[in-house]
């Protein structure tokens, strides 16, 4: 099928794979940018998230934000809808092309478990690998930043899918418990059990046990 899309644009195509079947899927089209358009890079700018995927890219993407030439520090708050209560986000990245560094100390993207920069990270990336599984909140909200160097690149950025869904219940059922598991539940068992006999065990002990009597001896008269 022919799309007639605007020159300088790029159809983006998510690729999946659900129960052996391969999906692929048009997310929609991103334009290249130029100027003030395409430099943006917000700081803590709040994105509301839906139960519909959304989309989140690096600035001038898919074009290089090397082509920026100037250090970037960009950060978004993605925020669950008002709408929705007791959920979490959960995030999956699509596609990442970063300057690789060594521990990411210079291009890299970080996910964080709420909306300030000092929560816990939830993953942090660089280079052309990202991490595959879905990124899962604790809460309604995560911050994700996207940070680089002075250095021109020709990387493309990365672009990750956003959305809400029902905060899970976790349920330990007997198969899934383990060695340790069976111990400390054993030893529960033996204290909640054994404890209370023991502490009247050691009452009556105290209690039968013949006291002695202590005889006052007179005084002597001086």
Known sequence: MLMNLPRKSHVLLHVTRRLGVVVVGVMGTVQSKSGSEAAACPTKLVLTALRTPQYLTSPNYPAHYGLLQRRLACSWVL???TEYTDVVIELQVLNSSLEYSYACVRDCVSVLDGNQDFHRPLSTWCGTTWPKATITTTGDSAF???STNYVKNNYAGFILA???????????????????????????????????SWVFTLYFVRELRPQKQHIRQPEKIK
């Open 79 to 81: 925020q669950a809808s």
């Open 144 to 146: 994700v930043s996207f």
């Open 162 to 196: 956003y959305w809400v869904v029902k905060k899970p219940v976790f349920l330990v059922t007997p198969h899934q418990w383990g060695p340790s598991n069976y111990v400390l539940m054993f030893i529960g068992l033996v204290l909640l059990i054994g404890g209370p």
